[in-house]
């Protein structure tokens, strides 16, 4: 069957659903091109930092994802599927770490990157509830996580060049590996080994995670290296930071809904070939 024929199968409204979603995961927004100007000296990653930051910022960037996971594990409350989330309560709160950890410019990095990943993670499986997800489930909170490997397909974004269901392809062993492990162990001793490392599969899907969070991480690392300054831009750069994988969940957990619906197939294919002309977007 062609794709024209498939597509019909689709309703007008989950097409525009699919196409802003294309165009909020494949594009790099003006506030994160200001944030990657605002890094150029590090542009490429981590690999023109001192070695000593490096370390600093890989080894912060584990732990927060650790974190994370762990904050993920225990979940939100039931009961709320499809309710709005709370975006902008997020916003504040990472906001205000961004401020304080900016103040005192590399000192307060590891503190401020701790804080608003866990408020990220938290936030992004606010999302990921609203959109009809069972944030109690394995599949979900590990998809959660996923989030943070996305990023745009732009020239403005060339240091994170994979499409969207090409990253998703890419982690999907790992995540599978993860599941089965954490469904065979059990959530309290995944929680108690992670710091470890013991946990395998899901240390793996982390690192995985972590050297693509790097990139973006860096570009806040060098807006915030300095004191003072940090502080004034900290915020900002926080709320820019958290604003993007919102859109970044957003659009990843309204895919995953329609795929529910309809099929992972179906949706892919759409995805991958709806152009910009074909239908108006809904702002």
Do not use: W
């Amino acid at each position: 069957m062609t794709h024209l024929a498939q597509i019909d199968k689709i309703s007008l409204e989950d097409l525009v659903l699919i196409k802003k979603s294309k165009k909020d995961l494949d594009e790099v927004s003006f506030l994160m091109r200001a944030l990657n100007t605002i890094g150029t000296p590090i542009d490429s990653g981590l690999t023109l930092l001192p070695e000593k930051y490096q370390d600093k910022i890989s080894s912060t960037i584990q732990k927060a994802l650790q974190l994370s996971v762990k904050a993920n594990l225990k979940t939100l409350n039931k009961g709320r599927q499809f309710t709005p989330s709370s975006n902008i309560t997020y916003k504040v709160v990472t906001g205000l770490s961004g401020a304080t950890g900016g103040f005192f410019g590399v000192a307060g990095f590891t503190a401020d990157l701790l804080i608003s990943t866990k408020f990220m993670m938290r936030s992004i499986m606010d999302i990921a509830r609203s959109q009809g997800e069972d944030v109690h489930d394995i599949n979900t909170q590990l998809a959660c996580l996923q989030v943070f490997a996305l990023g745009g397909t732009s020239e403005d974004d060339d240091e994170l060049d994979t499409s969207y269901y090409a990253t998703r392809a890419a982690l999907h062993t790992a995540m599978n590996q993860t599941s089965v492990y954490i469904a065979e162990n059990g959530t309290k001793n995944i929680i108690e080994t992670l710091a470890s490392q013991t946990a395998a599969p899901l240390a793996k899907l982390i690192n995985q995670v972590a050297a693509r969070f790097s990139v973006q991480v860096s570009e806040k690392f060098a807006a915030q290296a300095i004191p003072v300054l940090g502080a004034a831009a900290g915020a900002s750069i926080n709320v820019l930071f958290i604003s993007h994988f919102q859109k970044m969940a957003t659009a990843h957990f309204t895919l995953r809904r329609l795929e529910r619906k309809y099929s992972k197939a179906l949706i892919q294919e759409t995805y991958e070939h709806i152009t910009p002309k074909q239908l108006p977007i809904s702002e």
